[in-house]
C-alpha cells in the first residue's frame, strides 16, 4: 500500500471503504483519483493506464516481442472498434485479452512471428493490480464510478456500492442503466466482472447479464454455508 491518503465520506466508510480494504489486503495497490488521472493524461475517456500497461507488459512478453509492438497492442487496446456493434466489441476485448495477439518482430536481424499478451493467466504473480475509487468516466456524460479494478492497468472489474440500507439491487440496476444504455461509453466494455455490493450482501454479473442473472459468488466444490460466508 502507497502513502496516499484513502478517501473517507459517509458511503465509502461504510460499504466503499470496507471493500478498498479488503482489497489492499488482497495485494491490489491503491491509486488515487489524482494519480490515476495522471496516468490517463488528464483524459477521462482514455481508460487504460498506459505506462503501467506497457512496463506490465514488457515484463510478461518474450524479448522477442518488441516495444513497439507492445506499444501498438496497448493502442489497439485503447480502439474499440463499434463498427459490428457492443457486443462483438466486447467479445474481442475478451478474446485479446484472453488469448492475446500475434505480431511480427524483427529480432537479431531476422523478422519472427511472436505472441504478445497483455495478462499472464498462468502465471498471476508476474501482474501487477491496482485499484482506485470514484473513477470519471466521459463520453456522452459524465459518470462516475465507486471502485474499479485493475489487472495491468487494463480496467476488469467495476464496483458500484450502496449504503447497508440501500438494497443491492439499486446498485445493479445502476450498473445495468449506466452500461447499456444508449450512448453508453466505451469503458463498461473493458471490465470482464460487474459487482454490486453493500456491506451485507455482493452480487455479480457481466456485461448485458440481466438483473435477476447477478447472483452470489460461488467457489468451486464449496457447500452453501461456505459460499453465503464469502
Known amino acids: 500500500m502507497n502513502n496516499t ?111 504478445v499478451v497483455a495478462i499472464d493467466w498462468d502465471n498471476v504473480e508476474n501482474n501487477i493490480f491496482h485499484v482506485t475509487v470514484e473513477y470519471t468516466i466521459s463520453e456522452e456524460k459524465n459518470r462516475r464510478i465507486d471502485i474499479v479494478l485493475f489487472i495491468n492497468g487494463i480496467p476488469m472489474v467495476i464496483i458500484e456500492n450502496k449504503k447497508p440500507s440501500v438494497p443491492i439491487d439499486e446498485a445493479i440496476n445502476q450498473i445495468i442503466n449506466n452500461s447499456t444504455e444508449k450512448n453508453a461509453p466505451r469503458f463498461y466494455l473493458y471490465p470482464q466482472i460487474y459487482i454490486a455490493a453493500n456491506v451485507t450482501y455482493l452480487k455479480y454479473g457481466t456485461y448485458k447479464t440481466p438483473s435477476g442473472y447477478y447472483n452470489i459468488w460461488k467457489e468451486k466444490y464449496a457447500d452453501d454455508d461456505y459460499n453465503q460466508n464469502i
Open 5 to 115: 491518503t484513502l478517501p473517507f465520506t459517509n458511503e465509502k466508510c461504510t460499504s466503499q471503504m470496507e471493500a478498498l480494504l479488503q482489497l489492499i489486503n488482497l495485494g491490489y495497490i491503491y491509486l488515487s483519483p489524482a494519480e490515476v488521472m495522471k496516468y490517463r493524461g488528464s483524459n477521462t475517456s482514455k481508460y487504460i493506464l498506459e505506462d503501467i500497461t506497457f512496463n506490465a507488459m514488457r515484463k510478461i512478453n518474450s524479448d522477442e516481442v518488441s516495444d513497439k509492438s507492445i506499444r501498438d497492442r496497448i493502442a489497439d487496446l485503447q480502439r474499440v472498434n463499434l463498427n459490428d456493434g457492443n457486443i462483438s466489441a466486447s467479445n474481442a476485448i475478451y478474446n485479446s485479452l484472453i488469448q492475446g495477439e500475434s505480431t511480427e518482430d524483427y529480432f537479431n536481424g531476422k523478422k519472427n512471428s511472436s505472441h
